[in-house]
């Protein structure tokens, strides 16, 4: 049995794309974020995440050994470049730079209150440390091993004014579950196994399968857990 995790970043795209509100702060010129120390932001788009998660399933010949971790990122952006990219579409835009220690102290009343409440805050001290963090994610491992190509980026979605393009391929609401389905696909590999299981992880957001699969003999079951 093969087990392989995909590690993705924070997913956009779909149809609660996160990152409206964000583009509807910056435009307006009222996003927040910590002076002298703005940080990047690892996206990848949800139809990118969905092919990435089917190439493993399809060509699961390719995985040396029986275990491996993946990380899949479209790219590291910083909210400087996402600002940038906000004012050359609609001609406006901004962010506010605030102090640390105003920020944080900011933060941690809306925790408070959303706690109070029973709802998810939309900022938090977690957050807030990764906003602030130059966050590089290397992943020639998978794009080598299963010669993977992104076929979005952050500048096309944002020149698409953020609309859906996949509203068929949702997003888990929850980041730590997946989408459990088997579908038959024949090995490419002739050496493979009559019957080989593979076992698919996904961490941190978590997509639906593909729209479309092949319909092949049962020759390897699989399963997305």
């Known amino acids: 049995m093969k087990a392989v995790i995909l590690r993705f970043p924070q997913i956009y795209g779909g149809d609660n794309d996160p990152l409206i509100p964000v583009i509807n702060l910056i435009r307006k010129g009222v996003f927040p974020v910590v002076r002298n120390r703005v940080g990047t932001l690892p996206l990848i788009h949800l139809t990118d995440a969905v092919n990435a998660t089917y190439a493993v399933i399809r060509d699961f010949y390719r995985i040396q050994g029986n275990y491996a971790v993946n990380l899949i990122c479209e790219n590291s952006y910083s909210y400087d470049y996402l600002t940038d990219l906000v004012k050359k579409k609609y001609g406006r835009g901004g962010t506010l730079k605030i102090p640390y220690w105003l920020l944080y102290l900011a933060t941690f009343t809306i925790e408070g209150v959303f706690k109070v409440l029973g709802k998810p805050e939309p900022l938090n001290r977690l957050r807030l440390v990764s906003m602030t963090t130059d966050r590089i994610i290397d992943c020639r491992k998978f794009i080598e091993t299963f010669n993977f190509r992104f076929d979005h980026n952050l500048e096309r979605k944002v020149r698409a004014t953020l609309r859906c393009e996949c509203p068929e391929l949702p997003v888990s609401k929850n980041?730590?579950?997946?989408?459990?389905?088997?579908?038959?696909?024949?090995?490419?590999?002739?050496?493979?196994?009559?019957?080989?299981?593979?076992?698919?992880?996904?961490?941190?957001?978590?997509?639906?399968?593909?729209?479309?699969?092949?319909?092949?003999?049962?020759?390897?079951?699989?399963?997305?857990i």
Do not use: N
């Open 175 to 224: 980041s730590y579950s997946a989408a459990r389905y088997a579908e038959s696909t024949k090995p490419h590999d002739p050496t493979a196994s009559a019957r080989t299981t593979l076992t698919v992880g996904i961490s941190d957001q978590v997509v639906m399968k593909p729209a479309k699969l092949p319909s092949k003999p049962p020759d390897t079951i699989t399963r997305v």
